[in-house]
């Protein structure tokens, strides 16, 4: 198992045209030796690009690739020690599904009881144990992903496993629970594991951390609580949670900052960075979950109208127009429903703010990036 840490890395398809674009742009990033992490983000923002660079798939354009302090640029992807799982099934057809997961045993050495052991271990998991003696072209496509799936897993002396959204091609009743069994075999064998995913439910079901990646860097290095509860940036702030984060353009004003004549009060280290940065582009994040809905005006509540309601079964997200703005505010099953219009407010601690789309943190307990 090993610590993988990206130093100064960046990476270019295309570093000799004239104007080179960075599919990876400058970042450093440490995978803790022993986690499990999950790497989230739209498509195109370089989730495999950094996953093949890790394996030694792709050489990077610059930087160094370190495996417990030593760096491993040169080294090619067989001689990583990195078991990857792929979107779709990698398996010799020819093969059972036993000697499909004794594979990569076989390959370094393992004596038949140690392989016979493994193999029976990871088959007992994945549900495999009643197809073992099948030819692996006889599988179903979640069968093949599972055998797949099995191939990485079965070694236990592996310094990472790396997996490219494994369960892309297998069905959704299926995916919950083979996630389920992951995250088992993570707390089992302890291995470093990095989960590529655009889904943001199963980066946080599967990864003690999730990076976020947007434009190829990671924004955000945190716990799902973390990125949903203090995004960093206002990227995270959209792209977690369903629906995302609402923002709101503030303008500075003598108390803090300002949304027509009502005022949102600072804290003394938010006041401070507003004094430092001379920029006005400044926004105030909120979640829907924390926005508060009331039937009656209170002094530090707005007035909003209803513009829409969508009932999403055990809970209710209401679209309110605030002037130029469109709030969702979430609602509890059991809470009342406005009709035309109701009166909002923004609870102080869940009231982010953000300058230059970064968020500027309440207290000085900054997280471990
Ligand atoms: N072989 C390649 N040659 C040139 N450009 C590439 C190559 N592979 C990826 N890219 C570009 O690099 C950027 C990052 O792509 P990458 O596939 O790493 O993103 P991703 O987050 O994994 O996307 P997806 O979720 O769609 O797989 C994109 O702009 C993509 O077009």
Redesign the pocket.
Known sequence: MAEIHLKSLA?S??RNAEKP?Y??REMDHVWHDGGAFALL????????????IISGL?KPSDGEVLFNGVKVNDILPQDRNIAQVF?FPVVYDTMSVFDNLAFPLRNMGAGDAKIQSKVSEIAEILELTDVLKKKAANLTADEKQKVSMGRGLVRDDVSAILF??PLTVIDPQLKWKLRRKLKQIHQKFKTTMVY?T?DQLEASTFADKIAL?YQ?QVVQFGTPRELFEQPNHTFVGYFIGSPGMNFLEVKRCEQGVCLGDKIFPLNDLEKQALQMIDSNNLKVGIRPEFVHVWDDADDSAYRAEVEFVEDLGTYKIVSLRLGEHLIKARLQEDQKVPKEHAFISFPEQWLMLYIDEFLVAKDDHNEEN
């Open positions: 990476h398809y295309n674009e599919a990876i983000g739209p498509s195109g923002c370089g989730k495999s690009t950094l996953l093949n792709l979107q490219d959204e590529v655009h990646m190829g």
